[in-house]
Structure formats: structure tokens, C-alpha cells
Nanobody
């Protein structure tokens, strides 16, 4: 089993920045894509950003393009999300997720493709 633990959430004013981290442990395997998803109160969970094992395939939600950057360090089994110019609409619980092994350049955007999930970290942006 793979465990994912997010950190780095918190309360920030609009226009501010946060960096989320997600540490993977347990039965670590290679060639898994990872992603960040979020869920605001009363809304469905939505895709934010995903990255392939190789790091060469990146996908972002349209509303976060140019503001968020996803990256990963495979040697440390860690995923990151740098969030700049935060907006009130970014307020949500952010979840880290990982797939089972995939071709190294694949980064699926659908949450149904992700088998492992963290417990989530709250990001609150005050206006």
C-alpha cells in the first residue's frame, strides 16, 4: 500500500503564495503519475494539476495556469504545488493523488485514474 501525506496548507491573503508538499511512503513503485485535486465546500472534487513520472507531461486547470506550478522529486518521492497569486476561489481542501504504474509520459487528468489519495490539506484564501 502507498501512503500519501500532504502538508503546507494554511490561511493566506489574496495575492499571497503557498507551497504544498506531498510525501509518498510505503510500497513505493516506479512510473506512477501524480496530481493535485481540490474540493471546495458544496462542490465536486476537481482536477488542479497533474504530472507524469518523467515530469515531461504537465496539465493544469485553466483557472490556475500561470499561477500554479506542479513539480516532483522522484528521488525523495515527493510532489509539490507552488501556488502564487492566490484567489478567493482557490479556497478548498487540496488532495494529493497517485496512479498505479503508467507509461512514464502519461499524466491523466481524471480522478478516476488515481488509486492512492492523501487525507487532504486545507487552503483558505481571505479576500
Amino acid at each position: 500500500q502507498v501512503q500519501l501525506v500532504e502538508s503546507g496548507g494554511g490561511l493566506v491573503q489574496a495575492g499571497g503564495s503557498l507551497r504544498l508538499s506531498c510525501a509518498a511512503s510505503g510500497r513505493i513503485f516506479s512510473n506512477y503519475a501524480m496530481g493535485w485535486f481540490r474540493q471546495a465546500p458544496g462542490k465536486d472534487r476537481e482536477f488542479v494539476a497533474v504530472i507524469s513520472w518523467s515530469g515531461t507531461s504537465l496539465l493544469y486547470r485553466e483557472s490556475v495556469k500561470g499561477r500554479f506550478t506542479i513539480s516532483r522529486d522522484n528521488a525523495r518521492n515527493t510532489l509539490y504545488l507552488q501556488m502564487n497569486s492566490l484567489e478567493f476561489g482557490d479556497t478548498a481542501v487540496y488532495y494529493c493523488a497517485a496512479t498505479r504504474p503508467r507509461p512514464v509520459h502519461i499524466a491523466p487528468a481524471s480522478d478516476s485514474e488515481y488509486e492512492y489519495w492523501g487525507q487532504g490539506t486545507q487552503v483558505t484564501v481571505s479576500s
